[in-house]
């Protein structure tokens, strides 16, 4: 069954900052299809990749602004983040690297997506057998 989780509705100024790049209601979420891939959709931006491909998640967060807000690639874990809110998210690890032109290299290992419901999207990823953790600060 397919399920979508978009992603959290960014808050004033941001909004209007986002929209420039496609940000908006039905252009940012998360999908995971009925035919094992998942599909993740930031205004203009996307990415996708077969389900056995993710290796596993992390529950992170809250974060800073200039940390979260935006599309922003990490040369730390070779990730890229497509960021709505502060509140916090979910980094998916890639088990082989996800071609992409978005990172330098080519390709992102990881993917942190903040979503709305972070709960319910570690349930789903749990129901098709993708483990992880949670590391928000408390």
């Not at 908006?24 to 094992?36: F, K, N, Y």
């Not at 599909?39 to 800073?64: K, Q, S, W």
């Given at each position: 069954?397919?399920?979508?989780?978009?992603?959290?509705?960014?808050?004033?100024?941001?909004?209007?900052?986002?929209?420039?790049?496609?940000?908006?209601?039905?252009?940012?979420?998360?999908?995971?299809?009925?035919?094992?891939?998942?599909?993740?959709?930031?205004?203009?931006?996307?990415?996708?990749?077969?389900?056995?491909?993710?290796?596993?998640?992390?529950?992170?967060?809250?974060?800073?602004?200039?940390?979260?807000?935006?599309?922003?690639?990490?040369?730390?874990?070779?990730?890229?983040?497509f960021g709505?809110?502060?509140?916090?998210?979910?980094?998916?690890?890639?088990?082989?690297?996800?071609?992409?032109?978005?990172v330098r290299?080519?390709?992102?290992?990881?993917?942190?997506?903040?979503?709305?419901?972070?709960?319910?999207?570690?349930?789903?990823?749990?129901?098709?057998?993708?483990?992880?953790?949670?590391?928000?600060?408390?």
């Amino acid at each position: 069954m397919a399920r979508s989780f978009p992603l959290r509705p960014p808050a004033l100024p941001w909004r209007w900052l986002l929209r420039l790049i496609g940000v908006g209601p039905g252009r940012s979420q998360v999908e995971l299809t009925a035919d094992g891939r998942l599909r993740a959709a930031f205004g203009r931006l996307a990415l996708e990749t077969r389900l056995d491909n993710v290796c596993g998640y992390r529950i992170t967060g809250p974060y800073r602004w200039w940390r979260s807000i935006g599309p922003r690639a990490s040369v730390a874990d070779h990730g890229f983040t497509f960021g709505t809110s502060t509140h916090g998210g979910v980094c998916l690890c890639f088990r082989d690297r996800v071609p992409t032109r978005y990172v330098r290299g080519g390709a992102m290992e990881a993917l942190t997506v903040t979503v709305d419901d972070i709960d319910g999207f570690a349930r789903a990823l749990e129901e098709v057998g993708i483990t992880g953790r949670d590391e928000r600060a408390v």
